[in-house]
């Protein structure tokens, strides 16, 4: 989920802690819970600090290994015990048990989402996504924020959080349905698909497609029950010359590789220079595939510049890359 839904759901998680006694009746360990339930909420969001770094290395760690078993345990010890040190007489066991039940639900939660996480590790580095729930879904988000206004006007923190996550677990189920149904109109749209990506958008009746057959990629949007295919394109292995085997290596397209299921390649040459660009098809907006990876190989099978990220435009990609066709 984005970083907004992650903080009222701590401050959520904060209201629904006035239901354990030792926290409402010692105002250290109250004070220390609430920060420990919005902190957890955050913290396994840290990696994010890794886009400073360069895109390759934030796309192969983010919800990486901060969101894996060791981490849902570590963090909650880690910030209990500060916490206990910064707040005398907090009592330490409650504050981990909520901290680690912020932790939990941020990761438990983001499985949910297209993108997923690493949920698994160490026994699995596979992306667990499930996709039924857009990164920001607005109705889970409203429901919180009325929530804390209730509570903010007098109402019972315990029982106005209680009922908000009841109707929260029903819209879960709820757009479990809508993605199965989305799902068999792709295949009677595409009886012979045998690789099908359906991720939701912030609209609720709104998903996006990418599938894939034996010959083809198609991408489009389902309304309803209701499937548009926008674009096809051809199925081709990519051809295996030493300038392509030569990108393959690049860091930025290995990272793209392990990130994207269904994507489609170009290959294209520039005076000596080979262009390899690798197109995620899951994420067309407006006609446009933003998520590429792109390499420049010489005819010395050197790298000059590569690229992986986010980018709406060919003048923003040339600038990332600092490549002119004439330089």
């Not at 009746?205 to 198609?218: K, P």
Request: proline content about 5%; aromatic content about 14%; overall charge neutral.
């Amino acid at each position: 989920m984005d970083t907004g839904t992650h903080i009222v759901m701590g401050v959520a998680l904060a209201g629904l802690s006035m239901a354990d006694p030792v926290v409402t009746s010692n105002p250290a360990t109250m004070t220390a819970v609430i920060t420990g339930v919005v902190v957890g909420s955050l913290i396994p969001d840290i990696d994010t600090v890794l886009k400073l770094r360069n895109n390759a290395i934030y796309i192969r760690h983010h919800r990486g290994i901060t969101h894996s078993i060791p981490a849902v345990l570590i963090w909650p010890i880690l910030i209990s015990i500060l916490l206990s040190l910064l707040i005398p007489g907090a009592n330490l066991f409650h504050v981990w048990a909520w901290t680690f039940l912020a932790v939990f639900l941020h990761v438990f939660v983001d499985i949910f989402n297209a993108y997923g996480t690493q949920a698994l590790r160490p026994f699995s580095h596979r992306w667990v996504a499930i996709g039924v729930i857009n990164t920001f879904d607005p109705v889970i988000f409203g429901l919180h924020i009325l929530a804390i206004l209730i509570w903010m006007f007098g109402a019972n923190p315990v029982s106005t959080m209680i009922t908000t996550y009841i109707i929260i677990f029903f819209y879960y189920l709820l757009r479990f349905a809508i993605k199965s149904a989305v799902k068999r109109a792709v295949f009677n749209t595409i009886p012979d698909a045998d690789d099908v990506f359906i991720a939701p958008t912030m609209r609720f009746f709104q998903w996006r497609v990418a599938a894939s057959t034996a010959n083809y990629h198609y991408v489009g949007r389902a309304y309803g029950r209701s499937v548009n295919i926008y674009d096809r394109f051809e199925r081709k292995p990519m051809p295996t010359t030493p300038e392509i085997e030569a990108a393959m290596e690049d860091k930025n397209i290995e990272a793209f590789t392990s990130f994207s299921p269904i994507y489609r390649w170009n290959v294209s040459y520039i005076d000596d220079i080979c262009e390899v660009r690798l197109i995620d098809l899951r994420y067309r907006s407006k006609g446009y595939y933003p998520f590429v990876a792109v390499a420049h190989i010489d005819s010395d099978l050197n790298v000059l510049n590569s690229y992986t990220g986010w980018i709406f435009s060919e003048d923003k990609l040339k600038k990332k890359l600092n490549f002119s066709p004439n330089s």
